[in-house]
C-alpha cells in the first residue's frame, strides 16, 4: 500500500520538474486507474494530484497565435461583442491581445498547438477510454471525492483545515528513497519542498478555513475539461445537477470544485469550444442561482467562482454577471437566496477588478434597496459587494494610461452618482436600518483605504453629530468612523484645511463631542504633519478647547497638544509663543468671588497651568532651556484651588518619574539651586529619597 502512494510521489517530483520525453499515457492510465478504484484516501488524492500534473505539462503551448480558432459565431449573444479576430486584432491594445491571443491558442482534440514530442493523441485517448467512453469511472472519481468531504465529524473538519495549511501533513509521504544519498541533505531539502509546495496550486489566494472547496480537486476538473471541452462536461451534466441540488453538503461542495474547474478551463478554450461549454454552465449557473443553500456552502461557491474567475478576462465570463444580475435573480424574494447570489456577484467583481465592472444604476440601486434591511447577514453581504463595486473603479489607473490596459474605459460618473445618492438617502429617510448600514458601509471604504476625501468629508460631519444619538448602534458606528477618519492621510494641504473646516464645526457642540474632537486632532494633525505649514489654525483649536469650561475636554485638549509637541513639529518661535500665553494665562489674578464660583478668570487659569503642562510633558526624557522656568512656574500653583491643584500635583510627578534615572547625571546642572528647592518643597517628597 505504502510502495503505491511513494511510486507516485517519486514520478510526481519528474512531472513537476519538465514533461516526459517519452509516452505518459501508460503512468496515466495508472494513476487515473488509482484515483477511481483505490480504496486508499491518499493514493486516491495524490493520483489526482498526478494527472493533473500530466495533463498541465503536456500541453505545451508555443505562444504562437492562432487566429483561426477566434471565429466568431454571431448567432451566439452571451460573449462580448468585441472579442477579438483576424478583422479587428490590430485595434485592440497589448493587454488585450495578451487576454485573448495567448491563452486562446490551445484546443482539444485536433485543435491543440502542440510542441515537438508532446503526445497529445495518446493522453487524449487514454482519457476517452477511461472517461467519455466509461461512465462508471466518472461516477466513482465524484463519489470518492464525495466521500472525502464528511462534514459531519469533528475529526473531518480538522482534517479539511489541515488540507489547506499543511499539503504535505495530508500526502504523507516518505521520499526519502527516492531521493539520491550523494546529493546531501540539501539536495534532499529541495526536492522535498518542490513535492510539497504549492507550486502548481497557490493557495493564499483562497485560503479559508470554514470552506470545503478543494483546489486540488478543482485544477484536476480544469486539466479534464481542457483537454475534452464540452464533451465530457455533456456527459456530466446531470450529474451535476444532481450534485446541486442535493442536501449533503459534501455533493454540494463537489459540484462547486467542478463548475470552478470548468471556468477555468475556458481560458484554454478556443472560441467555438468557449460557445458551447458557456451554454451548458450557464443551465447549471441558473440552478445554482435558484437554489438555496446554507452559511457554509455558500461559502463552498463563493470560493468556486473566485477560484475560477482568477487570471481570466472578465469578458470571457460576463455571462456569470448577466446571470446574477438578471431581472429573475434580482427579483428573488427569499433572504438565504438572496444573500447566496449578492455573496457570489461580490467574489466575481473581486476577481474582474477594473477591467470587467458593467455596472449599471439598477444593480446598485438593488443592492442599496437592501441596505435597508434589519438582516445583519444579507446587508453584510450588500456592504462587501458595494466595496468591491467602490474599489474597482477606485482601481481605474489615470485617463494617460489606462488606454494601454483596455478598449473599455469604466466612468468614474458611477462613483459620484453612488455618493449622492447615499447623501440624499441618508438625510433625506427616516430609515434607521438604512442610516446604519450605510455608516458601516463608509467605515470599511475608509479602513481600507478605498474612497478619497469626497466620501469622508460629508460622512465624518454626521459621524461626528451622530455621536450622541439614542440608538446604541448608531453611537458606535459613528464613533468608529470618527476614529477612523482620523488616521487617513491627505494628499495635499487644502484637504487637510477641509477637515479641520468640519473639525471646527464640532466646537459649538455638546461637550461630549469635543471630548473625542481632542483625540481626533492629535491623530490627526501626527498622521499628516508633512501637509502641515502653518499650525495657528490647530493652535487656536486646542486653546479654545483647552480653556473650555468642562476639565474633562480641557485635560483632553492638553494631552493633543502635548502629543502635537512631542512630534518636535511647532517651530521654535512658536513654541516660545505659546510659553509665554499660557504663563499669562496661568497667573490669572484670581478674586475670592471667581475662586468660588469658576467663572471665566478661573478657566483662563486653568488654561495656563493645562497648556504649561502640556509643554513639560512633551519633553519626557529631555531637559530644554525653557523647562526649568515651567516648573518652577507650574509649582507656584500647588496649593491653587481644585483642579488646578491635581494638575501642577500631577505634571510634578510625571516629571520626577521620567527624569530621575538620569537626574544627577544629566538633568540636575540644568536647574538653579532655587528652581529645585521650589519644585521640591512642591513635590512629594517620595521622589527624592
Known sequence: IHCKYQLLGA?????????????????????????????????????????????????????KRSLNILSRDETFSKLDENIPCENNWEDFPWMDRLWFGWYSTTSVSENLVDSENSYTQQIFETLENYLLLNDNNLQNIIYNMCNEKNFDTDESKARMIEKYRHMADRLDINIESFIPQSGGNGFKNILGSTLFSNRLWPQSRYKNEKSGFGQLNAYFWKELFTWLGSSLLSLMGEKIKNLIQSTERSDRCVASEIFAGAMRSLKHLPYLEVVMMIEKLSDLLGLIVATNFGPLSTLDWKTSIRFGSTNMDPRRLMWIYDTLTSESTVNIVHTQIKIKNILLLSSLLKEFSWRGSKLTKNIISYLMENMSSSNTILTDAVIETLTVVIQSHKDIPS?????????????????????????????????????????????????????GINWILPFLEIS?????????????????????????LVRSSDEFDKILEVIKLGLQGDWKIKGPLCLFLQIFVFTNSFFINDYSEILSILKSLLEDSRIEVAQSSSRALSSILRTGIIRPLEVSNLIDYFTDNANTRLSRKSKRKKGKNFSKRVMGVLGLSALSKSVPYSVPDWLPNILTEIADHINDPV???????????????????????????????????KIQQSSIPSYFV
Do not use: G
Open 464 to 488: 461626528m453629530n451622530n455621536q450622541l444619538h439614542e440608538n446604541q448602534n448608531m453611537r458606535e458606528i459613528c464613533k468608529v468612523i470618527f476614529a477612523l477618519s482620523s488616521q487617513i
Open 399 to 451: 485617463d494617460n494610461n489606462v488606454a494601454s490596459y483596455t478598449s473599455e474605459i469604466p466612468s468614474n460618473q458611477v462613483l459620484d452618482d453612488l455618493l449622492e445618492d447615499f447623501l440624499h438617502k441618508f438625510k433625506s429617510s427616516r430609515d434607521l436600518d438604512f442610516q446604519i448600514n450605510t455608516l458601516h458601509l463608509i467605515a470599511n471604504l475608509i479602513e481600507n483605504d478605498i474612497v
Open 11 to 63: 514520478s510526481l517530483l519528474l512531472v513537476l520538474f519538465r514533461p516526459s520525453t517519452k509516452d505518459p499515457s501508460k503512468i496515466l492510465s495508472v494513476a487515473l486507474n488509482q484515483a477511481i478504484s483505490s480504496d486508499i484516501s491518499r493514493v486516491r488524492s495524490l493520483s489526482t494530484k498526478f494527472v493533473s500534473c500530466i495533463l498541465n505539462a503536456h500541453c505545451t503551448r508555443t505562444p
Open 643 to 677: 483642579p488646578i491643584r491635581s494638575i501642577a500635583d500631577d505634571t510634578l510627578k510625571e516629571f520626577w518619574r521620567t527624569h530621575q534615572v538620569d537626574w544627577e547625571r544629566k538633568f540636575e546642572e540644568n536647574f538653579t539651586l532655587e528652581q529645585i528647592d
